[in-house]
C-alpha cells in the first residue's frame, strides 16, 4: 500500500528513447495546480496583450485614417482656393486689361476736347488779347501701355499640362508642381497687377487734373462770354463800317469810330455783355448815349438813341435792353452807332460781332 505521502503525489514516468532508462518524476498535486494556474495566467496575459496591442494598432490605424482624411480634406480646399483665387486673378487681369483701354480711350478723348476748346479759345478771345489758352494741347499718358499689357501676361492663368494635378490623390504624381513654384507665380502675376493698379491710379489722377484744368477753361470761357462783348446790340443792315469813309456831311474822307447799324425808330438795343453804366445823356454828336462798362477794360457806346431805358450806375445784364434805335444827335436817319472802347481805346468791333 502507498503512504499518505505517496498518494497526495502525481508521478511521471519518462523512458529515456535510446538508453531505455526508465526515469519518474514526483509532483503533489497542489504544485501541479501551481503550474497549471501559473500557466493559464501567463497565457491569458499574452493573449491580453496581444489583444491590447491589437486594439492598439487598430486605434492608431484609424487615428491615421482620420489623419489622412482630414488632410484629403484640407487638400482639396487648398486646391478649391488655388482655382478660385486663379479664377480671380484671371478676372481681375481682364477688368484691369478692360479699363487700360478706357484709360487710353479717356485720354483720345481728352486730347479731342482740348483741341476743339483750344481752337474756340483762339478764335473768340485770343485775338481780343485774352489769353485763356490751356497749359498745354495733349497730357501724355503716364502709363507705359505696352509694359503694362505685357506684364499681366507674364505667367498666363488657366495654361497648363499633365503634370498638374486637378483633385487631390493619394497616388504621388512623378513630376507634382511645387507650391513653392505656384505661390511664387502667383505672387508675381499679383505684383504685376499690384503695380499696374498703381500705374492706372496716377492716370486716373492726371486724367482728373487735365479734364478739370478743361472744366476751369470752358467755366471761363463761359464767363467771358457774358462780360467780353461778343454779339450784335441790334439787327438791321449795316450802313457804315468802322475805319476811312466818306463823311455823309462834309463828303471829306474821315475816320469812323464804330458801326452803323441801319434799323427802324424804337427797335430795341441790347448790352453786348455783362457790366455797369458808367453814362446816359446826351452826348454830343452821338446824341442820345449809353456808356457801358465791362471786365478786362472794355467799354461799349451806343449812340444816336431815340430813348435810353437805363440809368447811370446800374448794373446790366447780357441782352438786356438799354434803349431804343433812334436819329438823334449828328445823324442823317435812324440808325444805330455801336463802338466798342478797351482802356479807353477805340478799336475794331468786328472781332465782337460774331
Known amino acids: 500500500m502507498l503512504d ?20 519518474r518524476f514526483h509532483f503533489s498535486w497542489s504544485t501541479l495546480l501551481l503550474g497549471a494556474l501559473v500557466l493559464v495566467i501567463g497565457v491569458g496575459l499574452g493573449i491580453g496583450g496581444v489583444l491590447w496591442y ?32 486663379e479664377e480671380k486673378l484671371k478676372q481681375l487681369t481682364q477688368e484691369t486689361e478692360a479699363v487700360i483701354k478706357e484709360l487710353e480711350s479717356l485720354r483720345e478723348l481728352d486730347e479731342k476736347v482740348r483741341n476743339v476748346l483750344e481752337k474756340d479759345l483762339q478764335s473768340r478771345f485770343q485775338k481780343l488779347g485774352i489769353d485763356l489758352s490751356l497749359s498745354s494741347v495733349s497730357v501724355p499718358s503716364y502709363i507705359p501701355l505696352n509694359r503694362f499689357l505685357g506684364e499681366l501676361h507674364v ?21 507634382p508642381p511645387s507650391s513653392s513654384d505656384h505661390n511664387s507665380d502667383f505672387g508675381r ?46 439787327w438791321g443792315r ?18 469812323h469810330t464804330g458801326v452803323d447799324i441801319a434799323a427802324p425808330t424804337g427797335r430795341n438795343v441790347v448790352a453786348t455783355a455783362e457790366g455797369k453804366v458808367i453814362f446816359t445823356g446826351w452826348n454830343g454828336n452821338y446824341g442820345k448815349c449809353v456808356i457801358v462798362r465791362h471786365q478786362f477794360g472794355y467799354e461799349t457806346v451806343y449812340g444816336h438813341l431815340s430813348k435810353i431805358l437805363v440809368n447811370t450806375g446800374d448794373a446790366v445784364k447780357k441782352e438786356q435792353i438799354i434803349g431804343q ?11 444805330l452807332h455801336y463802338e466798342v472802347r478797351r482802356y479807353s481805346e477805340v478799336i475794331n468791333p468786328w472781332p465782337h460781332l460774331p
Open 325 to 335: 434805335v433812334g436819329s438823334t444827335g449828328r445823324s442823317t436817319g435812324p440808325h
Open 189 to 234: 502675376q499679383a505684383k504685376a497687377l499690384e503695380d499696374n493698379l498703381s500705374w492706372m491710379r496716377t492716370e486716373t489722377l492726371a486724367r482728373k487734373k487735365s479734364l478739370e484744368e478743361v472744366v476751369e477753361v470752358a467755366q471761363q470761357r463761359d464767363r467771358l462770354l457774358y462780360v467780353v462783348p461778343m454779339r450784335w446790340p441790334t
Open 4 to 23: 499518505k505521502k505517496e498518494e497526495e503525489q502525481f508521478t511521471i514516468f519518462w523512458l529515456h528513447p535510446t538508453k531505455g532508462q526508465l526515469k
Open 54 to 85: 491589437q486594439s492598439r494598432i487598430k486605434k492608431e490605424l484609424c487615428l491615421a485614417l482620420e489623419k489622412m482624411e482630414e488632410t484629403q480634406k484640407s487638400a482639396a480646399v487648398l486646391e478649391a482656393q488655388k482655382k478660385e483665387q
Open 155 to 175: 505667367a498666363p492663368l488657366g495654361v497648363g499640362g499633365p503634370e498638374r494635378l486637378s483633385s487631390f490623390s493619394l497616388v504621388r504624381d512623378p513630376s
Open 238 to 255: 449795316v450802313s457804315s463800317n468802322y475805319g476811312w469813309r466818306n463823311d455823309p456831311f462834309t463828303g471829306r474822307r474821315a475816320w
